[in-house]
């Protein structure tokens, strides 16, 4: 049973899938599509972080829409000529109606697009990370880690089927929401959940096993703009991630650790949510804080053992092309 003034997502994608065998119509090539993001989307997010564990960057491009869009689309507007390099295109929504003429539905990101035909392949962000998993093995980096391995499945669902709904789409639930009741009954949930996660890692360095898996890129992608974000802008307001001392280590840790961090641009991801939402946001002013130094002091994890990448190792440096400005990161507070 729903709530009065509920907060509903729309999860209907183009769900077209790029496997090994192209029995979806679409065959794994290297440089024949192009993952195109926006920074501040926590869904985009996870795509860039599996696709920077797996050492994924030179076989499957990435373009990267500005922090805002309207009614018409996300727009790249970052690129020379406000026009993304590779798709030559400047609004998303012109690939998504190469695929669907006449396409009338959320111009979402994450996205893969085809480059030859311009079409948008998938908008599925639960697949398009199990896609590269699974059916992008032959251009894994060597030492990619195994961030889904079979032995873990049903835990790493388990675990993660509650954090969606509570954590990772409960902020939204909470920001969104149109009546009190439907706002109390999704904060009281978000909380809750991430009390019980407090006392999950508080024993155990990752949330499932003793490695990274799918499911601490899940969480932690919401965990990452909780303070600058969530806690302010969608009156997530109990307490701030940094006064939860597991999860602020367990979210530090990640941070610093190759194929996380380094994804992330806070003035981006701000700028998303602050002028985007104007119906929460009316002013358009994007707040300056939080000091974001935190993210880069110890966390002292490593004390409860654990193994990052299993038998793998971890990812280099991103692509030149793919570095957050220096401005843009916890850096900056330094
Ligand atoms: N739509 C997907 C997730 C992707 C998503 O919501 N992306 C947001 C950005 S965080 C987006 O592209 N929004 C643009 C829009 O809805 O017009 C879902 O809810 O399952």
Redesign the pocket.
Known sequence: MSTAGEFK???T?LDGRITADGRDGWPLEAGRYRLVV?R?????NRTMIVRRLLGLEDALGMGICGPT?DWR??QFDLDPGEKDPVLGIHWLREAYEKAVPGYER?????AIVDIPSGKVVT?D?RQITRDMEIEWTSYQRDGAPDLYPDALAAEIEEVSDPIYREVNNGVYRCGFASSQRAYDEAYRALFARLDWLEERLANRRYLVGDTITEADVRLWTTLARFDAVYHGHFKCNRNKLIEMPALWGYARDLFQTPGFGDTIDFVQTKQHYYLVHKNLNPSGIVPDGPDLSGWLTPHHREELGGRPFGDGTPPGPPPEPERVPLSHTAQRHV
Do not use: I, L, N, Q
């Open positions: 997502r729309d999860t994608y926006a501040g989307c926590p869904w985009a869009h689309s996300w959320g111009v979402t990101v994450p908008s962000f």
